[in-house]
């Protein structure tokens, strides 16, 4: 009976985990270019046209060491591509950035002229963890009930039924 029951929550947690990674926020990895990844003479403003990024994603600069760098600069030094003191680049070849803040972000190479001739810059718009693009309603309508706490239906439903599952198999 003790091994049946503690087999059961073993399976039960891992239901819970395999569900938890899918739908708990994690973040998504996102390589800057994509293929291309770090590089000059590539249209980042057009790479981050139609991508939607949130706070907790990953942005991920991959690039060969020693001959790109990355910095996180405001509006004003992205514009004029004013590098910033060397020992705040980011020099590693696969850097990864965790966007933990909603607003404009902004991301230059430093390495010779990358950022002014050749077009190594990057600018961002981060959107809340739980925000996402949703059509107007056509007509106005009251909001979810849980809505004003900004717990998201189905991914809530779902941990709630899965701990409803590892109750039951615990008893």
């Not at 994509?34 to 907790?56: C, L, P, S």
């Not at 902004?106 to 961002?124: A, E, P, R, T």
């Not at 809340?128 to 809505?147: D, F, G, Q, V």
Request: charge should be negative; include cysteine; proline fraction near 5%.
């Amino acid at each position: 009976m003790e091994t049946q029951l503690l087999s059961g929550f073993v399976g039960a947690i891992a239901i819970l985990a395999l569900i938890c990674s899918s739908s708990c926020g994690h973040g998504n990895r996102v390589t800057v270019g994509d293929d291309q990844g770090w590089t000059i003479n590539f249209d980042y403003e057009a790479w981050a046209k139609d991508k939607v990024f949130h706070v907790g994603d990953k942005l991920v600069f991959k690039y060969t060491a020693g001959r790109h760098n990355v910095f996180k600069v405001n509006g004003t030094a992205f514009t004029n591509c004013t590098i910033p003191p060397a020992n705040e680049a980011i020099t590693t070849g696969n850097d990864v950035i965790t966007l933990a803040t909603p607003g404009r972000k902004w991301y230059i190479c430093g390495v010779n002229d990358h950022c002014g001739n050749y077009g190594q810059k990057l600018v961002i718009t981060v959107l809340e963890e739980s925000a996402s693009p949703a059509p107007a309603p056509s007509h106005p309508t009251a909001p979810a009930p849980n809505s004003a706490h900004g717990i998201s239906g189905s991914g809530y439903q779902l941990l709630m039924a899965a701990m409803v599952a590892l109750a039951f198999l615990a008893v």
